[in-house]
C-alpha cells in the first residue's frame, strides 16, 4: 500500500467510527468489499466537501431504508442518534415522510430500527455509559 492509500485507508477508518459510532474491525486483505467501504465510501465519498455530515447521514438513512438493508439500517440509525445529528423527532418524522415514497411495509422496518435504538440510546443513557 503505498503512502496515499494508507492515508485514505486511515482517513476511512476514523470517518468510519465518528459515523457509526464504533471502531470498524480490521480490515482483511482479501476482502474487495471491505476494502471499497473503508477506503472509498468513508475515506472519500463520506469526507467529500459540498454536504454536510447530517445531509450524507439523510441519503444514507434514505438509501438503506429503501434498499430494505436491514443491517446497515440499524448501524446508521445508531450512529445518527449516538451522534447528536439528528434527533428522535427528526427522526420519527422522516418515518412520516419515507412512508408517503417508500410504503408503509418500509417505513415500519425503518420506524422499528429507530425505536430500537432510541430505546438502546436511553438504556445506555440511564445506567452512565
Same mark, same amino acid.
Given at each position: 500500500?503505498?503512502?496515499?492509500?494508507?492515508?485514505?485507508?486511515?482517513?476511512?477508518?476514523?470517518?468510519?467510527?465518528?459515523?457509526?459510532?464504533?471502531?470498524?474491525?480490521?480490515?482483511?486483505?482479501?476482502?474487495?468489499?471491505?476494502?471499497?467501504?473503508?477506503?472509498?465510501?468513508?475515506?472519500?465519498?463520506?469526507?467529500?466537501? &459540498?454536504?454536510?455530515?447530517?445531509?450524507?447521514?439523510?441519503? *444514507?438513512?434514505?438509501?438503506?431504508? @429503501? %434498499? !430494505?438493508?436491514?443491517? #446497515?439500517?440499524?448501524?446508521?440509525?445508531?450512529?445518527?442518534?449516538?451522534?447528536?445529528?439528528?434527533?428522535?423527532?427528526?427522526?420519527?418524522?422522516?418515518?412520516?415522510?419515507?412512508?408517503?415514497?417508500? &410504503?408503509?411495509?418500509?417505513?415500519?422496518?425503518?420506524?422499528? *430500527?429507530?425505536?430500537?435504538?432510541? @430505546? %438502546? !440510546?436511553?438504556?445506555? #443513557?440511564?445506567?452512565?455509559?
Amino acid at each position: 500500500m503505498n503512502e496515499y492509500e494508507q492515508e485514505r485507508r486511515e482517513r476511512g477508518q476514523r470517518v468510519f467510527a465518528e459515523v457509526n459510532g464504533f471502531e470498524i474491525p480490521v480490515v482483511p486483505s482479501n476482502s474487495p468489499l471491505a476494502e471499497l467501504t473503508v477506503d472509498h465510501v468513508f475515506g472519500e465519498i463520506w469526507t467529500r466537501p &459540498g454536504l454536510t455530515r447530517k445531509e450524507r447521514r439523510w441519503i *444514507a438513512l434514505t438509501s438503506v431504508a @429503501a %434498499a !430494505s438493508a436491514d443491517q #446497515a439500517l440499524k448501524i446508521h440509525v445508531a450512529g445518527a442518534l449516538g451522534s447528536g445529528d439528528i434527533t428522535i423527532d427528526e427522526l420519527r418524522e422522516f418515518v412520516a415522510h419515507f412512508a408517503v415514497y417508500q &410504503g408503509f411495509p418500509k417505513a415500519v422496518a425503518l420506524s422499528s *430500527a429507530i425505536e430500537e435504538a432510541w @430505546a %438502546a !440510546s436511553q438504556a445506555g #443513557a440511564g445506567d452512565g455509559s
